[in-house]
């Protein structure tokens, strides 16, 4: 798992992410899908901020989610946070969330 290291109050930072199917490793098709990234602290149950996908039609089919934070989403206090990724099938109208959760670490800004 992979842990990122942000700096409190940046609104820059990209997450890319390639979305598999762990039992084949397949890309998952999010062409027709409406993929979030919401993120919490640590051992709480309030998300903080809730990310949409901002991924390029072309790089969908092969699984790829980018999230982009907002001014204000990394205004918290420095610690551990965490997200989960939840892929929303519109035609299907499900929702398939990811087992594993993101692991971020954010400092304070100098």
Known sequence: ???????????????????????????????????????????????????????PSEEKPDGVAIFNWGASDLDVPAGNYEGEIEIHFTLEDVTETIYETLDFVVREDF
């Open 1 to 55: 798992m992979t842990t990122y290291y942000l700096v409190q109050g940046d609104d820059a930072p990209q997450i890319r992410v390639v979305l598999t199917r762990e039992n084949t490793g397949l890309a998952i098709d999010v062409s027709d899908a409406t993929v979030v990234l919401k993120f919490r602290k640590k051992g709480t149950g309030t998300v903080l901020s809730t990310l949409t996908s901002i991924a």
